[in-house]
């Protein structure tokens, strides 16, 4: 097996060739929430992929967040309850928000025309609505065409990363007393970069202040640590 | 020097309260007054007997006539209003000279001279305008426009109510001593008029005794101007207007059109003839009226906008929302008119050699997304005030004029504190809300809870238990109106998969209102 000193070398090697890809990525990245890069492959959205956010508003939020921060349209289709108020208080600019709150049996299509204006396009499929790979493929070549990306909250054939609140603790509020004031979440995030391993991490979904941060204590990788060595090797 | 032109003023009292009156479908006779920045700036005859003066504050004047109507005072209304007015004026006499909604004035010799004599002309022209809805309209003659207009407006005190006394002719060569008894303030200048008095100056004959070097040294050039006014000779000429051409595609269908393909199909040639006959004048469309009439003879309309122009395919986009969406017609279009509500000139929304940016792009997507789900199907989201989160966040459909009734920056006691709901109902989910042993939850007067809410449970029965609650926080609005009064508790409940929800009870039981996920 490597020695420490072959091992550091290797992992100095491997961080450079990283960062000269990350270089090369970044211009086809679209500007993410700090927070959520470490759930996303690469680090950050991919311009022309299409990501799946499961059981939280806040978090595909989150998502749309810095896009719309940098200057970029978002678009929520098929959303009729969002809560406007939080999407401003997420850090949202509302002037370059558009919702299409009903779009019916026309949601495909308009997905699709939004792609030619829009930089990320959050929607929710109609519950009956069966997603197919045929579908997924011809907007997926729309996305790339545009470096667009899409942020599904029900399953989508294909996608990027999938993202999803497993444990969610609100803090702030008791038996009859205090109110809601933030909260804990764990995301749980898997994506087919990782061959079947799932990333956790712990969030402040919002904190105390509002906004969204990695919680300090709990930060930690769970990957294994043979995985590990399996992926230096 | 020359002497001031003679000029004839016609002049229709109230016209700017009366048009709104109309507007708003209230009889003339109602009390009715409009109010700008607070204050009353136009009444109708009936609220002025009442007690009602301009540059009254609103409360005062509601605290004096307590049945007034009160109205936001908008100048376009009396403007298109007077619009029909000024177009029989100028069938019978070219070259009037709108001077404000309500007021205009024309060269009188002319007019004398046709119909044998200022006083003829005069009630020929009050007369014309009887029949237009402008009824008791006075007329003054006199040199120059500033004493014509006094003399029309029955500045002198000899306020006529109806026929000869609503004409009133200063001779000529008389203006200076018709002027000379009236008071200062009618110089319209509100320094003047308060410091004069306070010199002892209470009359423009007092006022045009003191030399012109004198009042020019005191008073500056704008002084000077007014003195000049208050001796009579008053330069400024009557320039006639020219009337606008008429551009108003108006398409009639016989019989009736009862689908909206058939209507769209019908209006495009005339669509496309009302582009082109605009950009003829140089100008183009930026905002639109179209007006929908039933074979019934019930009118559907509304004003669109765009951010740049209407081309003539997106003004028959307009024409088949409205029709989609109209629901007052309830038999087959008969008329369709589509006018120019706001023009601008065409060089203003030249497209520049490498297009317009990005913004253009996101109209025409947009505009394309609202053909395919209708218009209101596209929304732009804006924040609002209220102590709800369905009050404070507004909806408004892309293109139009955002329209917040409460300000997000009044005060708000009583809202909840932040974070706000991430899921806000359109419409709030009935639900039950139970306590450990099944018994549905309540608050009595003083807003204790009947026992500790232990479970929720939605209409299709399915349960989910809650780890944790706060409130109540009670919710009183506008208990003054029967109408509009809401009464309600609000509790924020987590449930045991770490959801939180905003549950309201009101008089009807409880309901989800938000949920934070």
Same mark, same amino acid.
């Given at each position: ?7 550091? *070398?290797i992992r100095?090697l491997q961080d450079r060739i990283h960062g000269m890809q990350r270089t090369r990525l970044a211009d086809r990245a679209l500007p993410t929430s700090a927070a959520l890069a470490e759930l996303l492959p690469e680090g950050a959205l991919a311009a022309g992929g299409s990501y799946v956010v499961e059981g939280s508003t806040a978090l595909a939020l989150e998502l749309l967040r810095e896009p719309s921060r940098a200057g970029a349209w978002c678009a929520v289709v098929g959303v009729p309850d969002l809560g406007v108020?939080a999407a401003a208080a997420a850090g949202i600019e509302l *002037?370059r928000l558009v919702l299409v709150p009903?779009p019916?049996?026309?949601w495909f299509a308009v997905v699709s025309a939004l792609l030619d204006a829009v930089a990320v396009v959050l929607v929710q499929p109609p519950a009956r609505a069966r997603v197919g790979e045929a579908l997924a493929g011809r907007l997926a070549a729309r996305l790339r065409q545009r470096g667009a990306v899409l942020v599904a909250t029900r399953d989508w054939p294909r996608a990027q990363a999938r993202l999803t609140v497993t444990e969610s603790d609100w ?11 933030a909260r804990q979440v764990t995301v749980a995030s898997s994506s087919p970069a990782w061959q079947g391993r799932t990333r956790s991490r712990r969030l402040w979904l919002p904190d105390?202040t509002g906004a969204v941060s990695a919680v300090a204590a709990r930060a930690a990788d769970e990957r294994p640590a043979s995985a590990r060595l399996r992926a230096l090797g | ?364 997507v ?53 974070p706000?709901p991430t899921t ?73 998969s770490g959801c939180a ?14 949920r934070y996920d």
């Amino acid at each position: 097996m490597f020695d420490s000193a072959h091992t550091d *070398e290797i992992r100095r090697l491997q961080d450079r060739i990283h960062g000269m890809q990350r270089t090369r990525l970044a211009d086809r990245a679209l500007p993410t929430s700090a927070a959520l890069a470490e759930l996303l492959p690469e680090g950050a959205l991919a311009a022309g992929g299409s990501y799946v956010v499961e059981g939280s508003t806040a978090l595909a939020l989150e998502l749309l967040r810095e896009p719309s921060r940098a200057g970029a349209w978002c678009a929520v289709v098929g959303v009729p309850d969002l809560g406007v108020e939080a999407a401003a208080a997420a850090g949202i600019e509302l *002037e370059r928000l558009v919702l299409v709150p009903q779009p019916g049996e026309q949601w495909f299509a308009v997905v699709s025309a939004l792609l030619d204006a829009v930089a990320v396009v959050l929607v929710q499929p109609p519950a009956r609505a069966r997603v197919g790979e045929a579908l997924a493929g011809r907007l997926a070549a729309r996305l790339r065409q545009r470096g667009a990306v899409l942020v599904a909250t029900r399953d989508w054939p294909r996608a990027q990363a999938r993202l999803t609140v497993t444990e969610s603790d609100w803090a702030g509020v008791g038996a009859g007393f205090g109110h809601l004031a933030a909260r804990q979440v764990t995301v749980a995030s898997s994506s087919p970069a990782w061959q079947g391993r799932t990333r956790s991490r712990r969030l402040w979904l919002p904190d105390a202040t509002g906004a969204v941060s990695a919680v300090a204590a709990r930060a930690a990788d769970e990957r294994p640590a043979s995985a590990r060595l399996r992926a230096l090797g | 020097m020359g002497s001031p032109p003679r000029l004839l003023v016609l002049h229709v009292p109230d016209w700017a309260v009366r048009a709104q009156a109309r507007e708003h479908r209230v009889p003339e006779t109602e009390p009715v007054a409009l109010v700008a920045a607070g204050v009353v700036t136009a009444c109708t005859a009936s609220a002025r007997a009442q007690g009602v003066r301009l540059g009254m504050r609103q409360r005062e004047a509601q605290g004096r006539c307590t049945g007034l109507r009160v109205e936001r005072d908008d100048p376009a209304i009396a403007s298109r209003a007077f619009e029909p007015v000024l177009s029989v004026l100028e069938r019978a006499l070219p070259g009037w000279h709108p001077l404000t909604p309500g007021t205009a004035a024309i060269r009188a010799r002319g007019p004398a001279r046709y119909y044998g004599g200022e006083l003829a002309a005069a009630r020929t022209v009050a007369g014309l305008v009887a029949g237009v809805r402008a009824s008791g309209a006075r007329v003054g003659v006199a040199d120059g426009l500033f004493a014509a207009e006094l003399a029309a407006r029955g500045a002198d005190g000899l306020r006529g109510s109806r026929g000869a006394d609503a004409v009133r002719i200063v001779p000529a060569g008389g203006a200076g001593a018709f002027l000379a008894p009236l008071p200062v303030a009618v110089l319209g200048d509100a320094e003047l008029a308060s410091l004069l008095p306070r010199l002892g100056i209470r009359t423009l004959g007092a006022f045009t005794a003191l030399t012109e070097a004198d009042v020019a040294a005191r008073f500056g050039p704008l002084g000077a101007r007014l003195h000049a006014l208050a001796r009579g000779s008053d330069p400024r000429p009557a320039t006639p207007r020219i009337p606008p051409r008429d551009i108003d595609a108006v398409i009639d269908f016989e019989p009736g059109a009862s689908r909206v393909d058939e209507v769209a199909f019908g209006v495009r040639a005339a669509c496309d003839d009302f582009v082109r006959a605009l950009l003829g004048e140089r100008l183009v469309c930026t905002a639109l009226r179209v007006e929908l009439r039933g074979e019934n003879g019930e009118l559907d309309e509304r004003v669109w906008l765009h951010p740049r122009s209407f081309s003539p395919a997106e003004v028959v986009d307009r024409v088949r929302w409205q029709l989609q969406a109209a629901e007052t017609l309830r038999s087959p279009v008969a008329r369709v008119r589509v006018s120019p509500e706001a023009v601008d000139p065409v060089h203003v929304h030249e497209t520049g050699l490498w297009g317009t940016g990005p913004d253009e792009r996101v109209h025409s997507v947009l505009s394309r997304v609202q053909g395919m789900v209708g218009h209101r199907g596209v929304l732009t989201p804006q924040l609002s005030g209220g102590r709800r989160p369905s009050d404070r966040q507004t909806l408004v459909p892309w293109g139009d004029r955002s329209s917040v009734a409460r300000q997000r920056s009044h005060p708000w006691p009583g809202v909840l504190p932040d974070p706000p709901p991430t899921t806000v109902y359109a419409v709030p989910r009935p639900l039950r809300v139970e306590d450990a042993r099944g018994r549905p939850v309540t608050f009595d007067e003083r807003g204790r809870v009947s026992a500790a809410p232990a479970v929720i449970v939605s209409q299709t029965g399915a349960r989910r238990d809650l780890t944790a609650w706060a409130g109540p926080w009670p919710l009183e609005e506008r208990w003054w109106d029967p109408q509009a009064a809401r009464s309600a508790h609000r509790v924020q409940a987590v449930d045991a998969s770490g959801c939180a929800w905003l549950l309201v009870l009101d008089g009807e039981g409880w309901w989800a209102e938000g949920r934070y996920d």
